[in-house]
T-cell receptor, first 112, second 114 residues
Framework: ETGVTQSPTHLIKTRGQQVTLRCSSQ?????VSWYQQALGQGPQFIFQ???????GRGNFPPRFSGLQFPNYSSELNVNALELDDSALYLC???????????FGPGTRLTVL | AQSVTQPDIHITVSEGASLELRCNYS??????LFWYVQSPGQGLQLLLK??????LVQGIKGFEAEFKRSQSSFNLRKPSVHWSDAAEYFC????????????FGTGTQLKVEL
């Protein structure tokens, strides 16, 4: 109902590999935020993109990077995967207002 | 920096009983406060939010929350719990000028006994 989709649903990678996760929102959503949710924890803010530029970053290393495209889609890239990167990755899209922000169902990443 | 504390990791209630989930926040100014629910394998669904005004906020699925500035709290309540309410509940805080970045608590897992 929210119109926010994420792909893939699940992903298994090995340590040292690179991964790209995707998020697609509905028309009019000019912000996208990415969160990492480790097992048993609350989501942790990775970064936010606004009008295709990074607009705020949490306590994550540079090997976490992102892109936002004009067609309202977004990517989260993680290089040199570590075991601790295993988590549910959530994207949230909306306007630059707390009044409208919708979460996608998430991508479950497992790093072996 | 803002932070959120959810002191109860697990709560078990009987169906039909009342529920209160606790949330305390730390932030210097007036925060924006949210409660989300997450079912297994699902993303986050917004239950309710507080920005300003009336401190008692009504949400979906019969939930409400009360903002108490003096206690830095935003507890979630429901008068009668249904088995379908079993899920994980997250309190989150945002702030003026924060875009729409949220800081989440660690969550409270709710179990409902039939």
């Amino acid at each position: 109902e929210t119109g926010v989709t994420q792909s893939p649903t699940h992903l298994i990678k090995t340590r040292g590999q690179q991964v790209t996760l995707r998020c697609s929102s509905q028309s009019g959503h000019n912000t996208v935020s990415w969160y990492q949710q480790a097992l048993g924890q609350g989501p942790q803010f990775i970064f936010q993109y606004y009008r295709e530029e990074e607009n705020g970053r949490g306590n994550f290393p540079p090997r976490f990077s992102g892109l936002q495209f004009p067609n309202y889609s977004s990517e989260l890239n993680v290089n040199a995967l570590e075991l601790d990167d295993s988590a549910l990755y959530l994207c949230a899209t909306g306007t630059d207002s707390y009044n409208e922000q919708f979460f996608g169902p998430g991508t479950r990443l497992t790093v072996l | 920096a803002q932070s959120v504390t959810q002191p109860d990791i697990h709560i078990t209630v009987s169906e039909g009983a009342s529920l209160e989930l606790r949330c305390n926040y730390s932030y210097g100014a007036t925060p924006y406060l949210f409660w989300y629910v997450q079912s297994p394998g699902q993303g986050l669904q917004l239950l309710l939010k507080y920005f300003s005004g009336d401190t008692l906020v009504q949400g979906i699925k019969g939930f409400e929350a009360e903002f108490k500035r003096s206690q830095s709290s935003f507890n979630l309540r429901k008068p009668s719990v249904h088995w379908s309410d079993a899920a994980e509940y997250f309190c989150a805080v945002g702030y003026t000028g924060g875009g729409n970045k949220l800081t989440f608590g660690t969550g409270t897992q709710l179990k409902v006994e039939l």
